[in-house]
């Protein structure tokens, strides 16, 4: 297992370069045209770079981040509530979420579709879910497949069409953006 309990500085420090500049934009505008005050839930955010993203387009909404790691909860911003938990149980009431983010987490869980049960419960009814994550379809996307399989990590990938599928088949309306190796869906 990857132990990212102990690789929170170093995810604090390179994190933000993983997101492609359009990737940030399609975040940007998801979250640009939602209500003041709304709660944003960033699942295994890690130090929280979604969070902060988005906290940089709109300071008024209320963050929430959960991952499982004490240790990179520990860098995540300070403006946002920090839970440590897993996203196949999330301790939220029904459709308390504006917005839902996972960013770079979904192939880490153990249970992804229980996963993506609970987001679809906590989703408000108008609200969004945005997932970034790894293509494995694409040369590097299978490289690194490989090797969190080595690490021995859960390496549920999923392919954005097969993803995309799957949160149709769950009521969703479903863009997916290409950013070479990697990917994000954006549902509503």
Sequence with gaps: MIPFNRLGFIFKLFASFIYPARARKDL????????????????????GILTQFVH?????????CIDPARGMLKYAPVYAYKIEGNAEQLPFCDQAFGVILIGDALHHLNDPLQAIAGMMRCLDGKGTLFIFDIDPGKFMGRFICR??????????????EELQRLLIGYGFSVKVRNYGWRYAIIAS
């Design 28 to 47: 940007a505008d998801i979250i640009t045209p939602m209500k003041t005050g709304a709660a944003v839930l960033d699942i295994g955010s890690g130090t």
């Design 147 to 160: 090797l969190e399989v080595l690490f021995n990590e859960p390496a549920q990938f999923y392919e954005p």
């Design 56 to 64: 940089g387009v709109r300071e008024d909404f209320v963050h929430v």
